[in-house]
Structure formats: C-alpha cells, structure tokens
C-alpha cells in the first residue's frame, strides 16, 4: 500500500480495540478441561485469573482471547452444531500457520492444535494473537477523510494476495500439501453438496442453475500455489497509526490450488457501485465507495504484478459466488434450526437468494 505520512502522526488513526462479546452473550467453554488438557503439554493456563473472553466479530469459527504462560493467544475452534463436510478445519489451519509464519511475516504462528473433541467439545489450535484494525462492511469515519483511503487499501489487498501466492511451499515443507489436481472440480461437486443440505435438497432456482453451468463449463486447474480461501478485507488485520497489514487470520479453508480461485473469492466480496441490492445488503466490505477500484480493475492489477495468466477468471468467478451463497445460507440454516441464537443471522434468508441470481447473470455475462 502507498504509503501516506504527510497526514499521519505516531497516534492512531482510530480505535483498534477489539470487541469482545459480555458473559451473558458469549458462547462458553469448558475451561476447566481445557486448563487440564493443557497442562498435560506443559502449558499453563488460569481462567480464573485471566478469565477468556470471546471476540464479537465473525460469523463462523469462536474466537477467544486466552493466556497462555502469561502470553496472551487467540483459542479459536468450528461453531457449535453439526458442521458440513470440510467446514472449519482447524488442523488445516494448523498446518498452514505452523508452516509458513517463518516467510511470510503476516501469518500469525499456530502453536497447539488438538483434534481431541472431548476437551471442549470440537477440535481446536491456539495461535499467537497480533492486534490489530479489522474493517468489515463500513469503513470507520475516521478513515473516510485519508487520502486515497479506497485506492491504498485495494493496492494493499493485492499486494498480500500475490505475496501468499508467492510462498515457496517446498521452503516450508508444504510443497505436498493439499490435492490440488482436480481442485476446480471438486470444489464444484463439494459446493453443490453443501447448498442441498443446507437448503434441505430445496435449493433456490438461481442456484441450481448456477450448479449446472459449472457442470458444463469446467476449465482446467491453474499452476497451483497456497491459497487462503476466504481472502478478504477484514481477515487482514492493520496497523491503527500507518494502516499498514499486520497480519492475515482465518486461514482454516486454505490449501494448495489454482489462485484465480483466491483472487475470485476476493471479488465475491468486493461490491460496487450499481451491484444487486444482496451484494450491499451482504455488509462485507466498503469497496462500493471510497474510491476503491472496480472488480475488472482488481482482476488488471492482479494480473499485471502477479504475471499471472487470468483469462480463465469466468469460472472460478462464478464458482465463488456459488460458494459465497451456499456460506450464507450454511449460517442461515444454523439459525433456522435453533443451533444458534445469534440475531445477526436471521437477516441472511432473503440475501442469498439475491447471491444466486447475481451469480446466475455473471455465468450469462451479463456482470462481472
């Protein structure tokens, strides 16, 4: 990201802290067991004394803030109830983290994992913590007068996403890591799965016909390279003062693929000016306003610093719309079936079905 000092001081632009959610609101843990099963590896952990508190933001994996031999880190494990199959994988997580912090400094390092359910009911890693500015839906008010604000920001989402497509896997001792011959096709099978069970083999017409385009459209697989696979602006946490990244979180899809896919999951997110009512309903990232660049424009930059060959963007395009859709409706269905009581959900049943249909048009090349 340019970076802009002229505007700037040592203090921060805006407030940082994190939200945490109260005692009445926050999905407990068994901490008891978990100070156990963390001593028998020679950690030590009080929750009496430094009682855990439970991030407020995110809508799939729990997040805690635990210390560990007076260290604070970041617990993190899947939601509660039944999970779809592949979802919330915290030993990928692990393994990427584990791996990788060593050359790419924004990967926080993964330092425990377990797949042990009866400790706290699912697996779960601890991690190192890095504070740090997460910006979701809206941009902070204190952001909107930074010069370039929309600009620097998509430069810097760029910027992080041909860096992780530039790890050396083979450095880190992931150059077997992941299945990625055939990855296209069988995240188009898998995701088609998921939107079946999730709408309970009722799916929205939209969608099913989306699923058969991919059927019938397969392109082949990419030169693969790490990817994250939920690559977006609030999984990369910033500096307060310089809005420089700190680091990239939520690494539990990632896996070795073809990156068109990476950069396709970023464009699901990324709204614009003139989008379908769904996409700025969704509240995921500010890219409508603020001077950031348009979709063809993020494809342009990725495809001019990465060398990278992007002609093939349509399917991996459609692809992750179909994936964005299903993730909504996996987290509305949660709601609809009493597994969850979080409020936030209830506004996603009406949403997705908006996804679907803006997929639909981008198969028919009617959008981008």
Known sequence: MTERRDHM?????????PKFHSAETETRQDWAALARHLAQHGLRFDPDKDRPRQFATGYGNLNYLIVVDGITRVLRRPPMGKLPPGANDMRREHTILSAIWRTFPLAPQSLHHTLDASVIGSQFLIMDYRPGLS??????????????????LGAMLVDVLVGVHNIDLNEVGLGAFGKPDGFLARATAGWRQRLMIA???????????????????????????????DF???NVLLDPTTLKPVALIDWDQG?????????ATLLSYWAEAGDPPAMVALDQMPTAGHGFPRRREVVEAYAKQSGRDVSNILFPRVLAMLKLGVIFQQIYARYRRGESTDERY??????????????HEIAQQRAF
């Open 9 to 17: 001081t040592s203090t921060p632009l805006i407030d940082a802290a």
């Open 135 to 152: 910006i979701g839906g809206h941009l902070p008010p204190a952001l909107t007068s930074v010069p370039g604000i929309g600009k620097n």
């Open 199 to 229: 709408s309970d083999n009722a799916p929205p017409k939209a969608a099913r016909a989306v699923a058969d385009w991919l059927a019938v459209n397969p392109v082949p697989d990419g030169p693969p390279t790490l990817i994250h696979n």
């Open 232 to 234: 977006k602006l609030d």
């Open 255 to 263: 896996t070795r693929a073809d990156p068109l896919f990476d950069l």
């Open 346 to 359: 209830a506004r996603f049943g009406p949403i997705v079905d908006g996804l679907f249909e803006f997929a």
